[in-house]
Nanobody
Framework: QVMLVESGGGLVQAGASLRLSCASS????????VAWFRQAPGKEREFVAG????????SYADSVKGRFTISRDGAKNTVYLQMDSLNPEDTAVYFC?????????????????????WGQGTQVTVSS
């Protein structure tokens, strides 16, 4: 069983940084691709960043390229999302997702329905 837990969210001012963590309290996620999604109030969930199981392939939404960095630490069974130069438009609940329905581990999927396991989310609020 894969149980994902996100942490690291909070309230910050524009221009600040946060690092989100996604850890599995059950089965290790080292062999899974992992992605971050976010959902702002009144908006649909959107892809933010994703990483292949071996960390070689990474993908980012255009809105966060150059500001956010996804990485993973196999020894800690954790995936991180480093968020720099935050702005109010980044305010949302951030979710991590792991494992794909297709079983593909080498590419990064950008659609939420393709992921099997989801965390409960962590709130990120950026004030202007």
């Amino acid at each position: 069983q894969v149980m994902l837990v996100e942490s690291g969210g909070g309230l910050v001012q524009a221009g600040a940084s946060l690092r989100l963590s996604c850890a599995s309290s059950g089965r290790a996620i080292g062999s899974f691709p992992v992605a971050w999604f976010r959902q702002a109030p009144g908006k649909e969930r959107e892809f933010v960043a994703g990483i292949s199981w071996n960390g070689i392939y990474r993908s980012y939404a255009d809105s966060v390229k150059g500001r956010f960095t996804i990485s993973r630490d196999g020894a800690k069974n954790t995936v991180y999302l480093q968020m720099d130069s935050l702005n109010p438009e980044d305010t949302a609940v951030y979710f991590c997702a792991a494992g794909t329905r297709s079983g593909d581990t080498s590419s990064v999927k950008t659609q939420g329905y393709e992921y099997l396991y989801w965390g409960q989310g962590t709130q990120v609020t950026v004030s202007s």
